[in-house]
């Protein structure tokens, strides 16, 4: 996938260094503008915007092959691949802002993807290679995930959904996010916040369409995006088993092509050895 393109900020700073001088000039004579706090606050804005310079597309896949060296088989690859683009647009917004219940929808959707790999060594150290990828903390994510699905664990479809009326560490997360969510200015909605909450409700056995809709009113969160992001997660999910099966099929028969392979060399090798044998006690007598 291409590189995101570098967007540049000269030209409203431009504009707005343009705008002061106009204010200055004589035929604007016996008006009143308030031209040095009006173009202060463009310029501040526009050295903030000119600082901000997240990395490119390429740059955190190629993050993510540096830490991974290993081949990845090209079902996981695949996904995995998407996941980490999708994921490198959320995490460079602007008002993206960490928090748990993303971190548990991310780590649910891995854990899915993930089962069965071959190797439970190679699985972690891809998970780790792949957050640190996005320049986060790949521990903190497995914490807070097991913090919120330990929670999740003990509540009620009742005592889930009055988050703001009790005290706690998760429950001030959620306060939080609620807050966040409230004023949409550090708060930025995903799937992987999505799939967070759906965990947090099969976790506490409170997965009722009416339980997702009073959780997503006390987060302030729309429920109608939170509902169209499932679904793009359970249909996700059916085609990854459909896969992972047609991969368990193709292994289970190219492991019984190199058997009988291995069975016909073998049958060579015993026929070979035998004539060897043959003609060497003929020689001798």
């Given at each position: 996938m291409a590189s995101i393109p570098s967007v540049s900020f000269a030209s409203p700073c431009r504009q707005a260094a343009e705008r002061r001088l106009t204010f200055a000039g004589p035929a604007l004579r016996g008006f009143r503008f308030e031209a040095p706090k009006f173009s202060s606050r463009m310029v501040v804005r526009c050295v903030a915007a000119a600082s901000y310079a997240p990395p490119t597309v390429s740059e955190t896949k190629l993050n993510f092959l540096k830490s991974y060296k290993r081949p990845i088989p090209s079902i996981y690859n695949t996904v995995l691949q998407e996941l980490l683009v999708q994921q490198h647009l959320?995490?460079?917004?602007?008002?993206?802002?960490?928090?748990?219940?993303?971190?548990?929808?991310?780590?649910?959707?891995?854990?899915?993807?993930?089962?069965?790999?071959?190797?439970?060594?190679?699985?972690?150290?891809?998970?780790?290679?792949?957050?640190?990828?996005?320049?986060?903390?790949?521990?903190?994510?497995?914490?807070?995930?097991?913090?919120?699905?330990?929670?999740?664990?003990?509540?009620?479809?009742?005592?889930?959904?009055?988050?703001?009326?009790?005290?706690?560490?998760?429950?001030?997360?959620?306060?939080?996010?609620?807050?966040?969510?409230?004023?949409?200015?550090n708060f930025s909605y995903s799937r992987f916040f999505a799939i967070g909450l759906f965990r947090l409700l099969e976790l506490a056995n409170a997965t009722e369409p009416t339980v997702l809709e009073k959780l997503c009113a006390a987060l302030n969160i729309n429920k109608r995006s939170v509902d169209r992001d499932l679904d793009v997660y359970r249909n996700l999910l059916s085609k990854l088993v459909q896969a992972k099966e047609l991969l368990k099929e193709y292994v289970d028969r190219e492991k019984k092509k190199r058997e009988e392979r291995s069975g016909t060399q073998k049958a060579n090798e015993a026929i070979t050895k035998c004539t060897g044998d043959f003609r060497s006690v003929t020689f001798k007598l």
């Open positions: 959320m995490r460079y917004k602007r008002t993206y802002q960490y928090d748990a219940v993303f971190a548990l929808g991310f780590v649910t959707v891995y854990e899915q993807l993930m089962e069965g790999y071959p190797n439970s060594e190679d699985r972690d150290a891809i998970f780790q290679a792949y957050i640190q990828a996005l320049k986060e903390d790949p521990e903190q994510y497995r914490s807070d995930a097991k913090k919120l699905e330990e929670w999740a664990r003990a509540q009620t479809a009742n005592s889930l959904i009055e988050f703001s009326t009790r005290e706690g560490e998760v429950e001030t997360i959620l306060k939080d996010i609620s807050e966040r969510a409230l004023s949409k200015g």
